[in-house]
């Protein structure tokens, strides 16, 4: 039965949000919406100001480019939004790549942008919420930011590099780390190479 006895649906619709902060690796973001594109899910895109300074240096996708890639764009300072409510059903916020600015609003709950909001609403409604966290190395201040969101509910996952998927290109890294955060969400990217066993 996919209804329950009071007719709500229990199948979540397929729909993420995707926050993109100022950190190293705008391209995890733009992948994500990408790999969110293949799979036909409608992605709700927050991107910082900062993640589209670093986007400028570190490719060469346009913030009209990386927009495109979105079902839906919301604006920073737009805490009206949709994706702001809890009832907004969604299954869940990845953040990707995720600055440990952005780290340390969510962990605290005194969110200033539409993004860090997001985040604490899919904490709050028990949704996931994985955090592509870039920084090395981490300090303990880091880690203790890290073990208390682990300890609400988020997921903290570095994109490290699976070498056993023999990356022949930085594009295949990025999607190899990409698609295993999708795997969170219960989503397969044809992109991920699974491990086999041993050869």
């Known amino acids: 039965m996919v209804d329950d006895v009071n007719g709500a649906i229990r199948n979540p619709p397929a729909r993420m949000v995707v926050g993109i902060s100022g950190a190293s690796g705008a391209i995890y973001g733009a992948r994500t919406l990408d ?36 079902s839906v764009v919301h604006k920073l300072a737009d805490v009206g939004a949709t994706i702001a409510s809890g009832s907004f059903r969604t299954l869940g916020m990845i953040v990707a790549p995720c600055s440990v600015r952005t780290m340390g609003e969510i962990a605290t709950g005194v969110t200033s942008t539409l993004l860090t909001r997001a985040a604490d609403v899919t904490l709050k409604e028990r949704r996931p919420l994985v955090l592509m966290v870039r920084e090395t190395p981490f300090h303990l201040g880091h880690l203790r930011t890290m073990t208390a969101l682990a300890e609400m509910g988020a997921v903290i996952a570095p994109p490290l590099p699976a070498l056993y998927a023999r990356p022949a290109s930085i594009q295949e890294m990025v999607d190899q780390s990409v698609g295993r955060a999708l795997d969170l969400f219960g989503l397969d990217w044809d992109a991920v190479r699974r491990w086999k066993g041993l050869s």
């Open 35 to 70: 790999a969110l594109n293949d799979l036909g899910v409608e992605s709700h895109l927050v991107v910082t100001k900062a993640a589209l300074l670093t986007l400028s240096q570190e490719t060469d996708l346009t913030p009209d480019a990386l927009t495109a890639k979105a």
